[in-house]
C-alpha cells in the first residue's frame, strides 16, 4: 500500500519541479537559440522561433564585440559594481550594528526608517540627485553613478544585516570580550563569520541592482564611454527602429548568465540570507 | 586576604535599581553562590564584576587592582554563560583556545598543551574536532567551562550554569563542579536562582532581593539562622511559616511542625492546635495545610511530614502540633528583621 503513494507523490513532485525549470530555464534557451540565428531564419514568421531552421551564424556576436562598446560597458558596469559593493559593506556594516546592538529601541524605528527611504522609487529621485551630481561636476562620469547607487543599496543592505546581528545572541559577542577581545575584535572574530550569509546576499543584491538599473545610468551618463551595460546595450543595440535582436540578446545572455550561476553556487545562503533578514528585521 | 572586594556598588537603569549598595568581600579560594528570584540584581552584580556593565556608583577591585573603569578584557576573569555561548563557527579546540589567541602572546605549541590540559581536567579531550551544535547540554557546560579555565583566571564566574541541563544530569553536574572547584582552588562566583545548588554548593550565600544583599552566611546560617523575612521565606521548600502576634512576628520551618504524638519529648514544646484543610500526598513526604487557631491573621500554615509517619490525618480535623522552643523564630512586624525571642 505504501508504494504506490509514494510513487505518486514523487511523480507529482518532479512534475512541480520540471515545470518550475521550464518555466525558468526557457528564457535563457530562447536567448541562446536566437543569438546565434541568421536573420533570414529569425525574421520569417513561418519559421519555428525555437530550433535552428537555417545553420547558425556567430555573425552577431561579431558586431557585438568589434562594432560596439560592449566590452567598454562591461568594464563599467563591473567596475561600478564592484566599488558601490564595497562602499555598501564598509557603511552598512557598521551602521547595522549599531542599530541592531548599541542604541536600544531607537535602534529599531531608526531601521525602519531608513528601511523607508529605499522605498522612494529613483524615478522620483532622479531629478533632485541630478542637481547634486552637476553641482559636484560628477555628470557624464561613471562617478556620478558610484555617489548614487549607495542610496539605493545601503538603507537596504542595513536593514537585512540588521536582522543578522539581531538574530546572533548577544551572549557570543559578551563571551569574546570577556575571552580578552575588544569590542571591534570581537566583531570580526565572531559576529562576522556568523553573519556571512547576510554579507553574501548584501553582495548579490548590490551588484546585481548596478547591473540591472537604468534610470540613473540614463539620467546621469551620455558620453558611450562612460555607460553602464544596462543603457549602452539597448542604445547601441537599437537604432532608430532596428532592433539588432540577436545581438541584445547575445549581450543579455552573457551578462545573466555568469550572475545566475553564481547566484546558484551561493543559494542556500542567499535564501538564509533573504529571509532570516526578513523574519527577525 | 579577599581576592575580590565590592564596595557600596550600584547599577541603575533609569528608574529601576538593578543594584543598590551592595558591600561584598570574597576570600581567596572561597565558592561563594550569589541567590535571589529573577530580578533581583544577581546577575547585574556579576555583570559588573565581569566589566559588562558599568556601575552607577562604587567600587570594584580584584586582586588588589581597581578594575571599575576596566573593560572585561584587562580584568583577571573568566566567565561562563548561562546559555554557555560556546562560538558555534568553531570546534571545540578552537572555542577553548580563543582566549589564548587574544593577546598573540603563547605561540601554537604552547596553545596546544594548554587547551589539551583544559580538556582532561574536564574529560572532553575526545571531542576537540567537534563542532558545538554536536555536543549534548552536558558536554557543552564543559567545554564552556574549559575555554574559561584556559587563560587561568584570578576569578571564575558563573551564571547560572545547570539551568539548562536536564534534572538528572543537574545532581552530577553540581557534584562535578563543586569538586572541580575544590581541586583547583579557583574563587568561584556562582549565580543561580536555585536553592538547592546554592545550599549544597556554596561555601557561602549571599541572598539578595530588589538589589540589595539580604543576608551574607554560610548555608547553615542562611537556612537556620534567615536574617529577615524574605530569606525565611525564599529558602526552604516550603519556606517558613509566619504566624502574626500583636506587633511581631514568629515562624518555624515546614518540617519543625509536627504531630505532638511524634514530637521529641526532650525538647521544651510550644503546642498549637492545627485545623487541616488539605493533605497533599508527594512521594517520600506528604504536606499538610491548615490554620493554626488562635492566630491574628488565619494564614495558612504548612507542615513537612514524612509519608511514613504512623500518625493518621484527616482533612477537616483539629489535632494537636508542636514546635521546639529552640525552634522558633522571631521578626519584627514592620521591618521583617529578626529579633529577640519574645514570649508567646
Known sequence: MKTPTRWIKRALFYGVVAVFCFFSASPFMWMIITMFKQDKDLYRSANNPFIFNLPPTLSHLDLLFNNTNFLVFMRNSVFIGVLV????LVISIPAAYSLARLVGRWGERAGIGIFLVYLVPPTLLFIPLSRVVVSLGLHNSLWSLILVYPTITIPFSTWLLMGFFKSIPKDLEEAARVDGYSRLTSFIKVIMPLSMSGVVAVIAFTFTLTLHEFVYALAFVTSSAQRTISVGVPTELVRGDVFYWQSLMAAAAIVAIPVGLVYNIFLDRLVAGFTMGAVKG | MAVIEIKNLSKHFDKVKAVNGVDLAIPEGELLV????????????????AGLEKPTSGVISIGGLDVTELPPRARPIAMVFQSYALYPHMTVFNNIAFPLKAHGKFSKTDIKEKVKWAASILDIEKLLERKPRQLSGGERQRVALGRALVKEPKVLLLDEPLSNLDAKLRASARDSLQRFQRRLGITTIFVTHDQIEALGMGDRI?????????????????????????????LGSPGMNFIQRDNYLFGFRPEQFVPQEIADRKDDLQLFSFAVTRVEY?????????????????????????????V??????????????????????????RIEPQPL
Open chain 1, 85 to 88: 559593493v564595497i562602499i555598501t
Open chain 2, 312 to 337: 493518621r490525618l484527616e482533612t477537616g480535623k483539629t489535632y494537636t502540633f508542636a514546635v521546639p522552643q529552640q525552634q522558633l523564630r522571631f521578626f519584627d512586624h514592620e521591618t521583617g528583621l
Open chain 2, 206 to 234: 549571599v541572598v539578595m532581593s530588589q538589589g540589595k544583599v539580604m543576608q551574607v552566611g554560610t548555608p547553615q546560617d542562611v537556612y537556620h539562622n534567615s536574617a529577615n523575612t524574605f530569606v525565611a521565606s525564599f
Open chain 2, 34 to 49: 550569589i541567590l535571589g528570584p529573577s530580578g533581583c540584581g544577581k546577575t547585574t552584580l556579576m555583570r559588573m564584576i
Open chain 2, 282 to 310: 508527594l512521594g517520600a513526604e506528604q504536606q499538610i495545610y491548615g490554620v493554626v487557631e488562635g492566630s491574628s491573621d488565619e494564614k495558612k500554615v504548612i507542615a513537612s511530614l514524612s509519608s511514613e509517619t504512623n
